[in-house]
């Protein structure tokens, strides 16, 4: 209810209980004039006649009686008129039949009785006795005066209301109108934005309000210029990234999907996307002000735009997809237009690393993978996460490319990792997994004699290649189920060592299962058998040895202790191993990769190729070579002392 339909209400019951009040109070006062006037009519009455009977004479006085009651019941103010005698006279009665109520109706008078007043005498005779007298008011009139007071009164309060309820009625309009015109013109201003407001006031009392009008509308133009700019920033903000100023992730995603689009030819359609996360973001956040950390990205994605611009075609596009994690769109790019400038985003990032707390340089991880006209977003980045999963697990800087061909299913990144968690569990609690052993020699070592060992998990669908440790060892690390799996792998090559009386096991250990508690005590519980536990090596990264040396340290003291071989694979992906080979008791470390298939062409990768091979060396351990491209090769690797992996 509006405050206008509040006030008008209140008013009006006001009113009504004044008019009633009204009515009541003329209605009993009328009543009781009327009953005092008719007590008094009969009490004169009784008294004229009572002083008629003593002036009279003893022998005229019946007769005299007679007319003068006769004579005052004549008036027709009096009902009933009677003069008993004590002697046994006839007594005189004069009453008037009950013809009706007048002009005054029956509920009428049951509501506003009248008294009806009675007047008695005791008459003193000479010789007859005592005479009553008894004079009765007629109320006939008086009703009638009641009524027709009463129904005047109550036409007036009616005509009075009508009045009243007329005056509100205008008045509400009134008002109403006032107000359109006083405020909501005003207000109107505000929205509009003119700068003259009327300075009269229909209503004075609403000047004060027309100030708060002036005073908001100032407030509202302010506060409309503020929210102006907050809009073309928040614009700015939902397709650039605030603190690199790269596209953000919306716009990105957008963009790919656009490239993606059904009207644009296959050509068009087909690209490349690459992602690099830095792993150590929020250990730097905690470690160096917020503001340094943001100036180092800038000057980092500086420097890749700059990489970006001298090696890909403009239509390339940088984004960020959210804190860690950036994203490069090459549209149109094929495979080596793509490789090449991967390689060039790299060796930028390799080369402005920032250094952690634990004065380790911070780790990028990069995925790349290609799209066709068959795909969509969600295949593109689920390929990239899965290749992410893989390059965070191997520990290294260099890309992950997981390839999308015609007609391929991607069947291993279905599901996400809800999926992944659901069948790695599955495989642990049903013990599904099982080790694929190959043979591996060496020159120099006896052949037949090595073993590696690769977890695998059968395949869902029948017919199909079952998955390796390379497909589902980086969704596990990233799950937490990394140490499981090793665990597992260790009880089959137990089992398998068991039951093979011949040859040494080389069982791969995950980066991620080194951090989780209480994996050195699950390993040393299960390497009880000392006998077995000797013919058992444990491999694990290069990287962990340069960036886990308290873990890898425990790691060592338990296969010390068991009498376990450890072995470091892909040495030559991380050169700083090289600084803390001397911590650990190591059996052998591997080279490989780019740098022993390209040492003839590269002088520098000789003399790395040379310092590694004498370390190790020097400390007792051997020199494993995989990826040996040729003879050439393999007779350098010798002549440096390395042990070339035989064919």
Not at 89 to 118: C, H, M, Y
């Amino acid at each position: 209810m509006s405050l206008l339909k509040r006030l008008l209400v209140s008013v009006t019951l006001v009113m009504v209980c004044v008019l009633v009040g009204t009515v009541l109070v003329s209605a009993n006062s009328t009543r009781a004039y009327l009953n005092q006037q008719m007590r008094t009519s009969s009490d004169v009455a009784a008294f004229a006649i009572e002083r008629a009977v003593h002036a009279d004479r003893p022998e005229q006085r019946l007769q005299h009686l007679r007319v003068l009651i006769e004579s005052v019941f004549g008036t027709g103010q009096f009902a009933r008129i009677v003069l008993a005698f004590p002697d046994g006279t006839p007594d005189i009665v004069l009453a008037k039949p009950a013809t009706g109520n007048g002009s005054a109706p029956a509920w009428f008078r049951a509501i506003l009785q009248l008294d009806t007043p009675e007047a008695t005498r005791t008459i003193q005779s000479n010789g007859s006795g005592p005479l009553t007298l008894t004079v009765t008011a007629n109320d006939t009139r008086a009703y009638r005066t009641l009524y027709q007071n009463t129904f005047r009164v109550l036409l007036w309060v009616l005509a009075a209301g009508v009045a009243w309820a007329a005056f509100a009625l205008f008045l509400v309009r009134w008002l109403k109108r006032a107000f359109a015109e006083e405020i909501t013109s005003q207000v109107e201003t505000i929205v509009d934005g003119h700068s003259s407001m009327p300075v009269r006031h229909r209503i004075r009392e609403l000047a004060d309000v027309g100030l708060a009008v002036r005073e908001a509308r100032e407030q509202v133009r302010a506060t409309s210029q503020e929210q102006t700019d907050r809009i073309e920033s928040l614009q700015l903000e939902l397709n650039r990234d605030s603190v690199t100023g790269l596209a953000s992730r919306r716009y990105i995603v957008n963009e790919l999907r656009a490239s993606l689009a059904p009207h644009l030819d296959s050509s068009q359609r087909e690209g490349h996307v690459m992602i690099f996360r830095q792993r150590d973001l929020a250990e730097l956040n905690r470690y160096l002000p917020r503001a340094e950390v943001d100036q180092w990205l800038r000057s980092v994605l500086d420097a890749v735009k700059g990489a970006i611009d001298n090696t890909a075609e403009d239509d390339t596009q940088l984004g960020r997809l959210n804190g860690s994690d950036f994203i490069c769109l090459m549209p149109g790019a094929h495979g080596t237009q793509a490789t090449r400038l991967a390689q060039a985003i790299c060796r930028v990032l390799n080369a402005r690393r920032a250094d952690t707390p634990a004065q380790q340089p911070s780790r990028w991880a990069v995925a790349l993978t290609n799209y066709l006209p068959d795909d969509s977003v969600t295949s593109v980045l689920s390929r990239l996460d899965q290749a992410l999963m893989r390059a965070e697990n191997a520990g290294h800087g260099h890309v992950e490319y997981i390839v999308h061909g015609p007609g391929r299913t991607d069947r291993l990144n279905a599901g996400g990792a809800s999926n992944w968690f659901k069948r790695i569990n599955r495989a642990l609690d049903k013990k599904e997994f099982f080790l694929r052993i190959t043979t591996i020699d060496y020159e120099g070592e006896p052949a037949g004699e090595r073993f590696e060992a690769g977890l695998c998990i059968p395949a869902a669908v029948p017919h199909e290649e079952p998955l390796t440790g390379y497909l589902f060892m980086p969704p596990a690390a990233r799950l937490g189920l990394s140490g499981a799996c090793d665990i597992r792998a260790v009880d089959l090559g137990l089992a398998w060592l068991k039951s093979n009386a011949r040859g040494d096991l080389v069982i791969k250990l995950s980066m991620a299962s080194l951090l989780e508690d209480g994996f050195p005590a699950l390993l040393d519980e299960r390497l009880k058998d000392m006998d077995l536990a000797r013919r058992l090596i444990l491999e694990i990264d290069a990287h962990a040895l340069s960036s886990l040396a308290a873990e890898v340290q425990q790691l060592a003291s338990v296969a010390e202790q068991k009498g376990v071989r450890l072995g470091l694979r892909r040495f030559t992906e991380d050169p700083h191993a090289l600084m803390s080979i001397h911590r650990v008791p190591l059996a052998y470390i591997k080279i490989g990769g780019d740098l022993v298939v390209n040492m003839l062409a590269s002088p520098g990768g000789q003399q790395l190729m040379v310092a590694m091979t004498e370390v190790a060396i020097g400390m007792g351990i051997k020199v494993f070579a995989d990826d040996v491209p040729d003879a050439s090769v393999r007779q350098l690797l010798q002549e440096y002392g390395a042990q070339p992996a035989l064919a």
